[in-house]
């Protein structure tokens, strides 16, 4: 393993509530990333953070927010969450990001059901 | 629109078989390819990555990169039924915003069945 927990791992909620998904990383790398992967979509990036307070947004970033304090920890929030939100999550790092070459490595997942 | 795209399978092929799965980009900007397996509930493992034209090997795994083609397959040779997964390409782009990152951009997965 990567060093990567992802918390909850399972989640059930209802339309409207609020949610946020933690991704805790023991490698000090500066790179983190959050995707999900939905059928016949596959990985699309949400978010990404290239250090600490430095956030940017991927390809489905609406809906999403994203703190990071400290460099271990990345965190996904949905502030109102919605049925078209439910899917698994994943996490990613990566040691720079930088380069073309540096390999992001993925967390477990958590898989988050909407009702 | 930059596009990733791969046969989604099922392939079948019997034990000890060669399995090839491709996968094709869009973006000739396109800097780095890998190759992660994902078994089904688990998440994407990292298997193989090239930067360069031409083939490169590790153990029972070539990947090809063809970039005037825009092309990059996977070769498993004696393919064993731990090796049915789905198996995502991933192409590396710089992205135009934030610190000057390269961001992936992943096919949808081939499903592959290596039949006993």
């Known amino acids: 393993d990567a060093g990567i927990t992802q918390s909850p791992r399972h989640k059930v909620t209802e339309t409207g509530t609020p949610v946020t998904l933690r991704c805790h990383q023991t490698?000090?790398?500066?790179?983190m990333y959050w995707y999900r992967q939905d059928p016949g979509h596959g990985l699309r990036l949400i978010h990404y953070s290239y250090g600490v307070k430095d956030t940017d947004k991927g390809e489905v970033s609406d809906g999403y927010s994203v703190s990071r304090s400290k460099t271990e920890d990345f965190l996904l929030t949905l502030e109102s969450a919605t049925s078209s939100q439910t899917s698994v999550y994943f996490c990613?790092?990566?040691?720079?990001?930088?380069?073309?070459?540096?390999?992001?490595?993925f967390g477990p997942g958590t898989r988050l059901t909407v009702l | 629109q930059k596009e990733v795209e791969q046969n989604s399978g099922p392939l079948s092929v019997p034990e000890g078989a060669i399995a090839s799965l491709n996968c094709t980009y869009s973006?000739?900007?396109?800097?780095?390819f890998f190759w992660y397996r994902q078994y089904s509930g688990k998440s994407p493992e990292l298997i193989m990555s090239?930067?360069?034209?031409g083939d490169k090997e590790d153990g029972r795994f070539t990947a090809q990169l063809n970039k005037a083609s825009q092309y990059v397959s996977l070769l498993i040779r004696d393919s064993q039924p731990s090796d049915s997964a789905t198996y995502l390409c991933a192409v590396a782009l710089l992205a135009y915003s934030g610190a000057g990152s390269y961001q992936l951009t992943f096919g949808k997965g081939t499903k592959l069945s290596v039949i006993p």
């Open positions: 990613a790092i990566s040691p720079s990001g930088g380069r073309s070459t540096d390999t992001q490595y």
């Open positions: 973006d000739r900007g396109s800097q780095s």
């Open positions: 490698e000090n790398h500066r790179y």
């Open positions: 090239i930067y360069s034209n």
